[in-house]
């Protein structure tokens, strides 16, 4: 997984491959996540924080509940393996 600072400033989109290998998985065939998407996948990926998305129709609020999903799943994935008894 690579951590590039410049892609988190505003308006840049993020590519799928800046998440980690099992996570790609659920966005196979995307290259990027939308502007969204991208401007809380830090908070969402990345940390526990609460969040709160409004947004209209069609702007990729459940992908966001999917990063989210994801980023749980990460948390007990080590060694290759899905730790399912530390959920």
Known sequence: MKTDE???CEG????ITKSHEFAQAAFRGY??????????????YYTN???LV???TGAGKTNIAVIS??????QNFKGGYLH???F
Not at 31 to 44: E, G, P, Y
Not at 69 to 74: A, F, N, R, T
């Open 69 to 74: 999903i994801l980023h749980e799943i990460g």
């Open 49 to 51: 924080e609460n969040i």
């Open 84 to 86: 399912k008894d530390e």
């Open 31 to 44: 290259k990027s996540l939308n502007r969204i998407q991208s401007r809380i996948f830090r908070t969402v």
């Open 12 to 15: 840049a989109k993020i590519e």
């Open 54 to 56: 409004c947004a209209p």
């Open 6 to 8: 410049a892609c988190w």
